[in-house]
């Protein structure tokens, strides 16, 4: 369903966002600064923690608002949304990106950089949307 390049596309398509490849060569996403997505290859923690559930294709993490937000799309969603132990406590959910559709990738992404973004900033954002 979704693609690298619908991430991008999106990302790109909100104002101040900056893409940059890490050092590990994986892509993300900042808005002044704040990370609010990124490509998340799976670790060898991450495999073994999740066993044969463990996607095999690209992964997304974004942030969430708050934990409850990532506990909630991985209980409505779980061919979708997942977590790992290393996320535990931390406000973002793996999504597999093959899974989503494009609306719902977009209303994630748009979410994540609205909370990252700043007040003043994602304000004029939702005034002129």
Aim: aromatic share 8%.
């Amino acid at each position: 369903m979704a693609e690298w390049d619908d991430v991008r596309r999106i990302a790109m398509g909100l104002p101040s966002v900056v893409e940059s490849i890490k050092g590990e060569g994986t892509l993300e996403w900042r808005v002044k600064d704040k990370l609010f997505a990124w490509e998340r290859p799976l670790r060898k923690a991450d495999l073994a923690a999740l066993g044969d559930d463990a996607p095999t294709g690209p992964v997304l993490a974004v942030r969430v608002a708050d934990v409850g937000v990532q506990e909630a799309c991985v209980a409505d969603d779980p061919a979708v949304y997942f977590t790992t132990p290393h996320f535990a406590g931390y406000p973002a959910v793996l999504v597999r990106l093959a899974e989503i559709g494009v609306p719902e990738l977009d209303e994630l992404i748009t979410e994540a950089w609205l909370d990252r973004a700043g007040k003043r900033l994602a304000a004029r954002y939702l005034a002129e949307r």
